[in-house]
């Protein structure tokens, strides 16, 4: 059983900075691909930066390249978050790809299984 915990969030002012960090734990390996999403009020779920480990590969939402930066270390995947804008204020959820996506790092929420519960994110 899959488990994810996001910690990092908090308050930060436009053109701050955040890191946030998601704890995987269970049955998980390289071939999987991990995930940012993020959810403001009264909007969908996006994606935000999506990596594959395994295969070295990342991809990040037009909103937010150049600004955000995700990494994975063994068991724990991070988003560094620079440069924030107002329209970043969201609650942050990481994921975990159902199996293997032959390295693609795609942003879909459909092609994640395994959530966390969030970290709120807000930039004033």
């Known amino acids: 059983h899959v488990q994810l915990v996001e910690s990092g969030g908090g308050s930060v002012q436009a053109g701050g900075s955040l890191n946030l960090s998601c704890s995987v734990s269970?049955?998980?390996?390289?071939?999987?691909?991990m995930a940012w999403f993020r959810q403001a009020p009264g909007k969908e779920r996006e994606g935000v930066a999506a990596?594959?480990?395994?295969?070295?590969r990342a991809n990040y939402a037009g909103s937010v390249k150049g600004r955000f930066t995700i990494s994975q270390d063994k068991n724990t995947m991070y988003l560094e978050m620079n440069s924030l804008k107002v329209e970043d204020t969201a609650m942050y959820y990481c994921?975990?790809?159902?199996?293997?996506?032959?390295?693609?790092?795609?942003?879909?929420?459909?092609?994640?299984?395994?959530w966390g519960q969030g970290t709120q994110v807000t930039v004033s």
């Open positions: 994921a975990v790809s159902r199996g293997s996506l032959f390295g693609l790092c795609p942003l879909r929420v459909v092609d994640y299984a395994h």
């Open positions: 269970g049955q998980t390996d390289r071939s999987r691909t």
């Open positions: 990596t594959n480990f395994g295969r070295g």
